[in-house]
T-cell receptor, first 112, second 113 residues
Framework: GENVEQHPSTLSVQEGDSAVIKCTYS??????FPWYKQELGKGPQLIID?????GEKKDQRIAVTLNKTAKHFSLHITETQPEDSAVYFC???????????FGPGTSLSVIP | SAVISQKPSRDICQRGTSLTIQCQVD?????MFWYRQQPGQSLTLIAT?????????ESGFVIDKFPISRPNLTFSTLTVSNMSPEDSSIYLC??????????FGPGTRLLVL
């Protein structure tokens, strides 16, 4: 089955700097890669996703890149703000309607 | 944004008892998913719930321990049976709401004493 790895497990950045989180997956049949942000006491919130027919996607300060050949994808957050502090999870699945397997998570702290 | 609600939001239960968690989606979805998130950990898929058929369980999870119902396209329940302290976790449901992505409920925080 699918296995998703994620690095780093913790990340601290100064406000205004960029943050990058990297994930790898094992199942070449995976075609859907969402990223979730989870704040304390809340359920995961989708922040961006990418499908295998796209190499890069951007939404304001957030971008995701996908290298399907190498089976890795990355989340880039620019101009970080204190409210970006949370745990971020990458995930991989067959399609957007299928189950997704989560990575172990990255705890991001943005220092004012 | 998606509206998925769960009841109860939290509960404290005695070992040996069972708790049923409800998940309600504001639109019809084909598949709903149940996850467990142990303290400080990632989400682990328990099972996939399809309407009109038995749930499909992931390795390490069995129907006797986590029976699931899916009576219609907007609702599902997960029961945690014969609970032990090791079942203390956050339980989350998700569904696609026909929007080609998975949305999550707020979770049910369970503490078993």
């Amino acid at each position: 089955g699918e296995n998703v790895e994620q690095h780093p497990s913790t990340l601290s950045v100064q406000e205004g700097d960029s943050a990058v989180i990297k994930c790898t997956y094992s199942d070449s049949a995976s075609n859907y890669f969402p990223w979730y942000k989870q704040e304390l006491g809340k359920g995961p919130q989708l922040i961006i996703d990418i499908r295998s027919n796209v190499g890069e996607k951007k939404d304001q300060r957030i971008a995701v890149t996908l290298n399907k050949t190498a089976k890795h994808f990355s989340l880039h957050i620019t101009e970080t703000q204190p409210e970006d502090s949370a745990v971020y999870f990458c995930a991989a699945g067959g399609t957007s309607y299928d189950k997704v397997i989560f990575g172990p998570g990255t705890s991001l702290s943005v220092i004012p | 944004s998606a509206v998925i609600s769960q009841k109860p939001s939290r509960d404290i239960c005695q070992r040996g008892t069972s708790l049923t968690i409800q998940c309600q989606v504001d639109s019809q979805v084909t598949m709903m998913f149940w996850y467990r998130q142990q303290p400080g950990q990632s989400l682990t898929l328990i099972a996939t719930a399809n309407q009109g058929s038995e749930a499909t369980y992931e390795s390490g999870f069995v129907i006797d321990k986590f029976p699931i119902s899916r009576p219609n396209l907007t609702f599902s329940t997960l029961t945690v049976s014969n609970m032990s302290p090791e079942d203390s976790s956050i339980y989350l449901c998700s569904g696609d709401r026909g929007q080609e992505t998975q949305y999550f409920g707020p979770g049910t925080r369970l503490l078993v004493l």
